[in-house]
């Protein structure tokens, strides 16, 4: 019986990779109007260059690009970058469509919710207060917290843990397959593949379900509990 959802943030509740292109599309703008001397398309590859260096999350991205364009930082252009950034991002951070309803009928269900992040723990955690989802989940396990990443099955286990249950007692929705559908299946936990955050145009995915709309996990839960009745 299905008595957990566990969930992956970006790509899964939030359109991540749109909200962090938004965001860099109205900074670097801010930071030329600022006084730096390039254009949008050269800046936008070499903000690229870093994230593919450092990783998507990396919280020093205009830092280092101002290092490789200045030879120095300039807290006029840095702090006008960050803060166009910002208000971009708080803007485009909003769930994928029936978020809040779903989640919400889980919870009537008396179904528990988990978060299972590869993001650092601050920023997860911000993220889910600014969609006011903070208060909903019962577990929340994020890289911090067990200096792993998924598939490695730290993570799936410290958040089964906290919940207090057994692997075939919960089902982990994710978008990335290598990552969390892989990791969850490898520990025997039930999957349903995100195809609607899906954004490596994914083929294969190996999981026991696939959602085109997060409010299909509903009729899932009922069914996989009906079975087990």
Same mark, same amino acid.
């Given at each position: 019986?299905?008595?957990?959802v566990?969930?992956d943030?970006?790509n899964?509740?939030?359109?991540?990779?749109k909200?962090?292109?938004?965001?860099?599309?109205?900074?670097?703008?801010?930071?030329?109007?600022s006084?730096?001397?390039?254009?949008?398309e050269?800046?936008?590859?070499?903000?690229?260059?870093?994230y593919?260096?450092?990783?998507?999350?990396?919280q020093?991205?205009?830092?280092?690009?101002?290092?490789?364009?200045?030879?120095?930082i300039?807290?006029?252009?840095?702090?006008?970058?960050i803060? /166009? &950034?910002?208000?971009?991002?708080?803007?485009a951070?909003?769930?994928?469509?029936?978020?809040?309803?779903?989640?919400?009928?889980?919870?009537?269900?008396?179904?528990?919710?988990?978060?299972?992040?590869?993001?650092?723990?601050k920023? /997860?955690?911000?993220?889910?207060?600014?969609?006011?989802?903070?208060?909903?989940?019962?577990?929340?396990?994020?890289?911090e917290?067990?200096?792993?990443?998924?598939?490695?099955?730290?993570?799936?286990?410290?958040?089964?843990?906290?919940?207090?249950?057994?692997a075939?007692?919960?089902?982990?929705v994710g978008?990335?397959a290598?990552?969390?559908i892989v990791?969850?299946?490898?520990?025997?936990?039930?999957?349903?593949? /995100?195809?609607?955050?899906?954004?490596?145009n994914?083929?294969?995915?190996?999981?026991? &379900?696939?959602?085109?709309?997060?409010?299909?996990?509903?009729?899932?839960?009922?069914?996989?509990? &009906?079975?087990e009745?």
């Amino acid at each position: 019986m299905i008595k957990a959802v566990i969930f992956d943030l970006d790509n899964t509740l939030v359109d991540f990779m749109k909200m962090k292109r938004r965001a860099i599309e109205e900074a670097i703008p801010a930071m030329i109007d600022s006084g730096l001397s390039i254009s949008f398309e050269d800046a936008d590859k070499i903000i690229d260059e870093i994230y593919k260096e450092q990783g998507i999350e990396y919280q020093q991205v205009f830092d280092v690009f101002l290092q490789r364009v200045l030879k120095k930082i300039d807290y006029k252009i840095l702090s006008a970058g960050i803060v /166009a &950034y910002r208000k971009a991002r708080e803007a485009a951070l909003i769930p994928y469509p029936h978020v809040y309803p779903t989640l919400h009928k889980l919870m009537k269900m008396g179904i528990k919710m988990g978060i299972l992040s590869d993001a650092p723990v601050k920023e /997860a955690w911000l993220r889910l207060a600014y969609l006011n989802l903070h208060h909903i989940f019962d577990a929340v396990i994020t890289f911090e917290d067990t200096g792993v990443r998924k598939p490695n099955p730290a993570p799936f286990l410290a958040v089964l843990g906290k919940l207090n249950l057994k692997a075939d007692e919960a089902l982990m929705v994710g978008d990335w397959a290598e990552r969390d559908i892989v990791g969850a299946k490898n520990i025997g936990m039930k999957t349903a593949f /995100a195809r609607y955050g899906d954004t490596f145009n994914t083929l294969k995915h190996n999981a026991d &379900y696939e959602l085109n709309d997060i409010s299909e996990l509903i009729d899932i839960i009922i069914k996989e509990n &009906y079975l087990e009745s």
